[in-house]
């Protein structure tokens, strides 16, 4: 691949790495490494051996925002044509992805590890909205994603005062899952990743999906919603299958199906 800005692993069975490569620009984000980074994590999804990806950077930088090189210049329409931190190519991706940050995640890609459904930091982690310093305001889902994980006052500092969160701010507040000294966090990330792609393919999809429906739907139809991915657990082979191990006393032989 031309000019190619990610680099891609497959560290243990089951589990796919996208890693963004720009070391010289701190991992900044533009509209070629994004497009090389959806088309990774969508062959990795069209994938059947893979059941959970990683996207990560350096133990320097996650990414420290997007381009201003490449944005300086771009009108509200331009950035309508071509959005790169429009992020709607990973929302489509079925699989669980695990964002493992480590250094900056600044800007956009503070706002594109919040769109992955775990985050794992290491101890060095910073987080933060910065685009208020340049006369603009996050565009990728920060005021909305970052609210809903620290609540309103975390957030408006944030954006507002150019806070930045440490991993342990970060992990207190519910933005992250776990962390991990810099030199473990992306093999524990890894462990992370292996562990749900060993788990039932179906039942797994059907978990993310339910969990990232609690989002954006009140409680009651949040419950209704559930109870369809419940019941649709119990149309598969993977049910049959899991109960009768647990019954025989023996480990599931999971097929995915």
């Excluded at 420290?64 to 071509?82: F, H, L, P, S, W």
């Excluded at 990728?140 to 507002?160: C, D, H, I, S, W």
């Excluded at 991993?167 to 992306?186: K, N």
Aim: overall charge negative; charged content about 25%; proline content about 4%.
């Amino acid at each position: 691949m031309t000019d190619t800005l990610i680099l891609t692993e497959i560290p243990a069975p089951g589990v796919a790495v996208v890693r963004l490569n720009r070391p010289e620009a701190l991992n900044a984000l533009n509209g070629v490494l994004m497009r090389q980074v959806f088309d990774a994590l969508e062959a990795f999804d069209h994938d059947d051996t893979i059941g959970c990806m990683i996207i990560t950077g350096s133990d320097k930088a996650f990414a420290a925002g997007a381009d201003i090189k490449q944005m300086v210049e771009t009108d509200a329409v331009a950035m309508m044509r071509d959005d790169f931190t429009d992020w709607s190519r990973l929302r489509r991706i079925i699989k669980p992805v695990i964002a493992a940050v480590s250094g900056w995640a600044l800007g956009g890609g503070c706002e594109l590890a919040m769109s992955c459904d775990l985050l794992i930091a290491s101890e060095t982690a910073k987080f933060g909205q910065p685009e208020v310093g340049l006369g603009i305001m996050p565009g990728a889902g920060g005021t909305q994603r970052l609210t809903r994980a620290v609540g309103k006052a975390v957030a408006m500092e944030v954006m507002l005062a150019d806070r930045k969160l440490t991993a342990a701010e970060a992990l207190a507040a519910g933005l992250v899952s776990r962390v991990f000294p810099v030199e473990t966090y992306f093999d524990e990330a890894v462990k992370i990743a292996a562990k749900i792609a060993s788990q039932p393919g179906i039942a797994v999809r059907l978990i993310k999906d339910a969990i990232n429906k609690a989002e954006e739907l009140p409680l009651s139809e949040g419950l209704d919603y559930e109870k369809r991915n419940f019941y649709l657990t119990f149309t598969t082979e993977d049910k049959r299958e899991g109960m009768s191990a647990f019954i025989e006393k023996r480990a599931a032989q999971w097929k995915h199906r």
